[in-house]
């Protein structure tokens, strides 16, 4: 059984800085993409940033440049630098990663959620 657990979020006000982090634990082999996405109350789920395996990272336009996203390989961990924060990134922040487990199955699996509000 593979969990994802994350750690990190807050209030913090306009300007501010967080770090999101997620830990996976269990039956892991190997575990491809890491990816972080956010839902905002009356919003879909939206992508903010992923990193491959290999490191290359991808970041939605309006957190390119505020937003950093990184990985240990070793700890199976991917974290969420967030600096310069907006109201608008207030929402509920979920990492996601594709593993493949020790019986060699492949699967997404998503972290519990935290939540991020930033106060004007």
């Keep these: ?22 830990a996976a634990s269990g039956s892991i082999f190997s575990i491809g993409a890491m990816k972080w996405y956010r839902q905002a109350p009356g919003k879909q789920r939206e992508l903010v940033a992923s990193i491959t ?29 967030m600096n310069s924060l907006k109201p608008e990134d207030t929402a509920v922040y979920y990492c996601n990663m594709l593993i493949s487990s020790r019986t060699y199955t492949t699967n997404t699996y998503w972290g519990q959620g935290t939540q991020v509000t930033v106060s004007s």
Excluded: H, M, P, W
């Design 1 to 22: 059984q593979v969990q994802l657990v994350e750690s990190g979020g807050g209030l913090v006000q306009a300007g501010g800085s967080l770090r999101l982090s997620c």
């Design 53 to 81: 395996s290999g490191g290359r990272t991808n970041y939605a336009d309006s957190v390119k440049v505020r937003f950093t996203i990184s990985r240990d390989n070793a700890k199976y961990t991917v974290s969420l630098q």
